[in-house]
């Protein structure tokens, strides 16, 4: 299997490359710099243990041309819509695996919804029913990522319209060691993605002992 990751240059998608690849499953990173995605995913792949999965860099096109179904979206909120408009026939047959959170511009302790309601559900309205949608790891820290020697430290929050595309999801992002709950359509993004900065706030808090939480669901 290979998946792509669109803006795997930054932080979280560096981080989702080594475990998806420390996973097994192949990872080609996208970015408008092809360069830079080459040069990103040989820096990455030197962190690699024997016998982990391949790590391949390029343009965003090629990325989503060698993705067998699944591309990750992992660009900054102000890149979301355009990297979904230069890609939009090449999404055609794919499912998208929003990450994105609509975070306002120089305070990452607000959220900013766009008129849709959310990251995911403004991506679903633009690519149209034909491209799936899943919205997922928006909650997860990019710093809890690439500590690939520990395991991550939370559960993943999924939505989206598509029962069988979210399926998909879970399946592939359960390689990570984590569980994933099904938390409906793609409007209870809006609440997924709204954790975010309140996590980060807590996160960056002097008042707080942690740096790096996440999410955990509990029950008796």
């Known amino acids: ?56 860099g390029g343009s965003n096109q090629h990325a989503v041309e060698q993705a067998d179904e699944m591309v990750i979206l992992s660009v900054p909120w102000e890149a979301h819509h355009p990297t979904l408009e230069s890609l939009r026939s090449n999404l055609r047959g794919k499912i998208v695996l929003d990450i994105v959170v609509p975070l306002a511009e120089n305070n990452p302790k607000k959220v900013v919804m766009p008129s849709e309601g959310s990251a995911t559900e403004s991506a679903q309205a633009f690519l149209g029913d034909d491209i799936p949608v899943v919205g997922a790891l928006h909650n997860v820290s990019a710093k809890v990522l690439q500590e690939i020697k ?66 955990k669901i509990w029950g008796e």
Do not use: W
């Open 1 to 56: 299997m290979t998946i792509a990751i669109l803006g795997g240059t930054g932080p979280q998608g560096r981080g989702l490359a080594l475990r998806f690849a420390m996973a097994g499953v192949d990872v080609f990173i996208g970015s408008r710099d092809a360069s830079r995605a080459a040069e990103i995913s040989s820096e990455i792949t030197t962190h690699l243990p024997t016998g982990a999965a391949t790590i391949i």
């Open 150 to 215: 520990k395991p991550i430290n939370c559960d993943i929050l999924i939505c989206g319209n598509n029962l069988d595309a979210k399926n998909k999801a879970t399946e592939l992002i359960e390689k990570l060691g984590v569980k994933v709950y099904n938390c409906g359509l793609a409007e209870s993004a809006r609440a997924i993605e709204a954790l975010t900065p309140i996590l980060i706030r807590l996160n960056i808090s002097k008042s707080t002992s942690f740096k790096h939480a996440g999410i």
